[in-house]
């Protein structure tokens, strides 16, 4: 059985940095997506940033050259450094994992079927 488990939010002021993590465990697909969402109370949630197991990433307009998704394959651990922080990436983080063949490029929060159970990250101007 597939486990993610986020770590790592907090609160900071608006140009900050924080490190998120997620272990992750019960993987056993070579080929695989991983991605980061957010949430913000009554709005819907919204990709981040999306890491295959190819290497390849993608990342949502909103935080390009902020924001920056990574994994260490020896640790299962996927990593989101969030720098350069502003109130509006104040939310409640998600990680999350889709077995089987799939691209950064094109996944979508459809495509996942494993999720975490959110860290808060709240930054302050």
């Known amino acids: 059985q597939v486990q993610l488990v986020e770590s790592g939010g907090g609160s900071v002021q608006a140009g900050g940095s924080l490190r998120l993590s997620c272990a992750a465990s019960?993987?056993?697909?070579?080929?695989?997506?991983l991605g980061w969402f957010r949430q913000v109370s009554g709005k819907e949630r919204e990709g981040v940033a999306h890491?295959?197991?190819?290497?390849?990433?993608s990342y949502a307009d909103s935080v390009k050259g902020r924001l920056t998704i990574s994994e260490d394959h020896a640790k299962h651990t996927l990593y989101l450094q969030m720098n350069s922080l502003k109130p509006e990436d104040t939310a409640m983080y998600y990680c999350a994992l889709r077995e089987g063949y799939c691209y950064a490029s094109g996944v979508g929060i459809n495509d996942y079927n494993n999720w975490g159970q959110g860290t808060q990250v709240t930054v302050s101007s």
């Open positions: 019960g993987t056993t697909d070579r080929n695989y997506c």
């Open positions: 890491i295959d197991s190819d290497g390849s990433t």
